[in-house]
């Protein structure tokens, strides 16, 4: 079946109206909208005005009034051509032959020093910036949109930024801020100083090892995922006989912890012989254990699928190479040999401390009993997948980070998809990182063939239905 595309054939302004133009191919652009959309899906500006002629299109776009007649924000922006199913626009490869044509010497040899294609692209996409700046000279205060291949969805978008200065407020309310920020940096020092104190106080009380175990969590809620499985293992052993075990949890790591768990987590990390992690724990990147103590990290994702802390040095939202984030594990456990070298380069401790012991969670699947249980109780669940191929798609979030995450569903196709579902008799199952903001929507025609599992807190049940 030959692919519907929308083409960009030209970008220019005529002062604060931006002119877009361009061809569809095996694509009926009546009844249509063209809208600017950023990555995230939060935001979405239609078009002040679209001429359609055939497959041509001319799209204006009004920078200054185009939020509900405010100025289009700072974020970046797709094209997309919205009708039953959502189509991105992609730039014309003529676009950036003819900016080629037009480079002068020097800028042809700073052109051929880039490295990239992407950053060739973007070199020659430059000539089609527009900067507004205040009163036509301001430094400080600067509209600027600026075509691009993002490097987030390797896919054409308009990056707007908006450059102001501080804005100088009335004294009194100047005075306000700075107290109160003065006041923050006070409180967070003095809680850095009470959490280090109470840590230190502990440490230096339980300098001979101990039996005391310590779950805990910045991202879970309770006791669940790996922890489960090593804690349900210690009862059936009768090791919590031998051991005292506490846990510290808190759901998001972004949430305050309670005023119990603020003096409960410094003590218990001083004292506890053993401390069981699963992610990003920032707290205990600040304190300096005791040698006898074992920080040991269960990472909660199976394999070395995607770039995590060190790994993403020199990169946004990574560490960098100084930074003590991770160093604190003397143990991480991981599912197999071929994982060290990539877990110890991520948490940035030595190779011998990763051991490949399998991860607990994936114990279950070898439990047949469990399995069949599980099995009847998704079916239930999910009455759809019932005689059906069950198809699992769990990718990780883009961005660079919690504040950014998201995922581009742009880039499926689901019509395509949808028919291998009729075809095969199968059903996708979409289970996205809890990160990502932007949801899936799933058209009425293609429920049938697709569903969100999202809030499906374990994704080792989902495995048990999947066939691919």
């Known amino acids: 079946m030959v692919k519907s595309k929308i ?114 692209i973007n070199f020659l996409l430059q000539t089609y910036l527009k900067e507004f700046r205040k009163g036509g000279i301001s430094k400080k205060t600067v509209y600027t949109v600026t075509p691009e291949i993002s490097s987030d969805v390797n896919e054409f978008v308009l990056d707007v930024v908006v450059t102001t200065p501080e804005v100088k407020s009335i004294y009194i309310v100047r005075k306000y801020k700075e107290l109160r920020k003065y006041f923050r940096k006070q409180s967070f020092n003095t809680r850095q100083f009470i959490f280090k104190a109470i840590f230190n106080t502990t440490k230096f009380f339980h300098l001979k090892k101990g039996n005391t175990v310590l779950f805990t969590s910045d991202s879970r ?154 099995k009847q109780e998704m079916e239930d669940e999910l009455p759809i997948i019932k005689g059906k191929k069950v198809i699992l798609f769990a990718p990780t979030f883009r961005g660079s980070g919690h504040g950014t995450a998201h995922y581009p569903f742009f880039k499926i196709d689901f019509e395509r998809l949808a028919r291998y579902c009729e075809k095969n008799n199968a059903v996708v199952l979409f289970k996205m990182h809890p990160f990502v903001k932007n949801r899936l929507n799933i058209a009425d025609k293609h429920k049938q063939y697709f569903v969100d599992v999202s809030d499906f807190r374990e994704v080792n049940d989902i495995l048990f239905i999947t066939d691919l």
């Open 7 to 120: 083409y960009i054939d030209k970008i220019y302004w005529e002062r604060v109206q931006l002119f877009v133009e361009g061809h569809s191919e095996n694509l009926d652009l009546e009844d249509s909208n063209f809208v600017l959309r950023n990555l995230t899906e939060t935001r979405t500006m239609k078009a002040n005005d679209v001429k359609i002629d055939g497959n041509q299109f001319v799209c204006r776009f009004n920078v200054a009034i185009l939020d509900n007649g405010y100025y289009l924000p700072e974020d970046k922006y797709l094209l997309v051509n919205e009708q039953e199913l959502d189509y991105i626009a992609q730039l014309n490869p003529d676009v950036i032959n003819d900016a080629y044509q037009n480079l002068k010497p020097e800028q042809e040899e700073e052109y051929n020093e880039l490295e990239t294609q992407n950053g060739k």
């Open 221 to 374: 809620p309770t006791m669940s995922g790996n922890f489960e499985y090593i804690y349900n293992e210690m009862l059936r052993q009768n090791l919590d006989k031998k051991y005292d075990i506490h846990t510290v949890f808190k759901a998001n790591i972004t949430d305050r912890r309670g005023i119990i768990d603020k003096f409960r987590l410094p003590y218990l990390l001083g004292k506890a012989d053993y401390i069981f992690v699963d992610d990003f724990h920032p707290l205990i990147y600040t304190v300096r254990f005791r040698r006898s103590q074992e920080v040991i990290q269960v990472w909660h994702a199976v394999g070395a699928f995607k770039t995590v802390g060190f790994s993403r040095t020199g990169k946004k939202g990574g560490p960098f190479i100084d930074s003590l984030n991770h160093r604190s594990y003397t143990k991480a456990y991981v599912s197999s040999e071929t994982d060290i070298p990539f877990y110890a380069e991520a948490f940035g401790i030595k190779e011998k401390n990763v051991v490949p012991t399998g991860v607990p969670r994936t114990d279950v699947l070898f439990d047949e009993a469990y399995a069949t249980q599980i």
